[in-house]
């Protein structure tokens, strides 16, 4: 982290400063149990809680500043060391966007410097994020987000996690709206922008899928000219995002557009799903053949993004290959496999969910589940807005032409796709749903047999991914009490 004194924190936030000028914290929190010695803590309101309402636990855990909208004071009436501000996540910003300036100005001076890489789309940010920062990690100190930190708090706190001795900085971008992404790229200046694509996810918070474009756009929009510019050209709107930037544009392709300069030469998924392929970059070597752990065909795109952003940053091609075909994922509950001991396969990719990665999973569930009894368990795809019944409906047709032995959906937001599947033709015991979680569970743990593949998938909130783990675990034999007196 790069270090700020309070008296520096103050001045750069506009703040009013209560504590010692000298104070220096060693790290940044949001939240009061991830306080150690020597934290700031930022004392934001939230949806739930009010961070002002933990101040104390935060500094009995060792914090020695808080970032506050209020004053805050300890029983005996002592105010907590801290700065004032009126919004503390816009002061977290400031920071942030002040710590990657010190940051490229100390390289510079060291006659090196800071590569910063902004990635957007409304699907397949994180796995992106993941495979580019394991590339350029065989090249350099690099920095990426823990997990989905991707807006106004966990951008910051990412940038928070680098230093001088930072080579490449990857930063998540999301947006619920028109300007957020530009006041993320504003703050951390990319070189490299990569747009993945337009979908409909947050459709009905945005009003509509033209108005996610022009968000998206924003983070090429804030490109300069010396920048680069990785743009999905197999998705229009994205692909119309070339006009809309000054940087230079390098465009990839999963589908052998002809104007793309980073392809996927003879694509496939082996046996196990993983895809396979040979990698075209723009300077024409050849010989770079890709061999994903990933699961899944649609992982092709993440996998020509990253290499795309990554030989934008002057990776060499071979280390590229070789790095994309070593990874598997980063970031829990995307595509994760888990093989159970009695042979049922569980396919946990609930951490997320919209129409095109509703429709991806449910592809590679039916390409993989040849010769078994394929499950999806399925809930519902928030944030859709107008189009929530239309889009769930289409999803429930999909599993039954793609001949899914077995749907269960989950809760009542996604009754829309079990009715679609039974008015497609599935009947009986083909087709079930289950009004909560928990029945799903009693259900799922009577029903699956050896031999079973079982794909979860839901948006976050739903909890699917919760289901998914305890399907992909035995059931605990409850001991005798007794036996667990003993064992305390």
Not at 84 to 102: I, N
Not at 329 to 350: C, F, K, Q
Not at 391 to 418: D, K, P
Not at 472 to 484: G, H, K, S
Request: overall charge negative; hydrophobic content about 45%.
């Amino acid at each position: 982290m790069i270090a700020f004194t309070a008296a520096e924190i103050a001045e750069i936030t506009n703040g009013r400063l209560d504590a010692h000028p000298g104070i220096t914290p060693l790290s940044v929190v949001t939240d009061s149990r991830e306080s150690t010695h020597g934290s700031l803590y930022v004392a934001k309101p939230g949806e739930h809680a009010d961070g002002h309402d933990f101040v104390a636990a935060a500094f009995a855990a060792g914090a020695t500043l808080a970032l506050v909208e209020r004053p805050v004071s300890a029983p005996d009436g002592t105010p907590y060391p801290s700065v004032l501000v009126p919004d503390a996540v816009l002061a977290m910003g400031a920071l942030a966007a002040e710590a990657v300036r010190r940051i490229r100005a100390a390289r510079n001076r060291e006659g090196s410097e800071l590569t910063v890489v902004g990635i957007t789309g409304s699907a397949g940010k994180t796995t992106t994020k993941d495979l580019l920062a394991g590339i350029l990690a065989t090249q350099g100190n690099t920095v990426a987000p823990q997990g989905s930190y991707n807006g106004e708090i966990g951008v910051p706190l990412t940038v928070f996690r680098a230093g001088t001795d930072t080579r490449y900085l990857v930063i998540e971008m999301g947006a619920t709206g028109i300007g957020h992404i530009r006041y993320l790229a504003e703050m951390v200046k990319p070189d490299i922008g990569v747009v993945l694509a337009v979908g409909t996810a947050h459709a009905g918070e945005f009003g509509g899928v033209d108005n996610i474009a022009l968000a998206k756009g924003e983070l090429v929009e804030a490109l300069a000219p010396a920048g680069t510019a990785v743009v999905n050209l197999d998705d229009e709107r994205v692909a119309a995002m070339r006009a809309r930037t000054s940087a230079s544009v390098l465009g990839y392709s999963a589908e052998g557009r002809g104007d793309a300069a980073v392809q996927a030469l003879h694509a496939d998924t082996n046996a196990g799903g993983h895809p396979e392929f040979d990698l075209q970059l723009p300077d024409g070597e050849t010989g770079l053949h890709v061999s994903s752990r990933l699961i899944g065909a649609h992982h092709v795109g993440n996998l020509l993004a990253a290499a795309a952003a990554a030989w934008a940053a002057g990776v060499p091609g071979e280390a590229i290959a070789n790095s994309l075909s070593s990874q598997t994922a980063a970031s829990r509950w995307r595509m994760e496999r888990t093989e159970r001991a009695d042979g049922v396969t569980i396919i946990n990719d609930a951490y997320n969910a919209n129409p095109e990665s509703m429709r991806a999973a449910l592809r590679t569930l039916a390409d993989l589940g040849r010769g078994r009894r394929t499950w999806a368990v399925l809930g519902a795809m928030l944030e859709l807005g107008e189009d929530s019944i239309r889009e769930h409906t289409a999803v429930g047709t999909q599993v039954v032409r793609l001949n899914i032995s077995r749907l269960l959906v989950v809760g009542r937001e996604a009754r829309a796709l079990y009715v679609s599947a039974v008015q497609e033709g599935s009947w009986g015991d083909e087709c079930l749903f289950a009004e909560t979680v928990e029945e799903a569970y009693e259900l799922l743990d009577s029903e699956l047999q050896p031999g079973d593949l079982v794909l979860f998938k839901s948006s976050n909130s739903v909890g699917l991914r919760h289901l998914g783990d305890r399907i992909a675990l035995p059931r605990q034999t409850p001991q005798p009490a007794d036996e667990r007196s003993t064992l305390l």
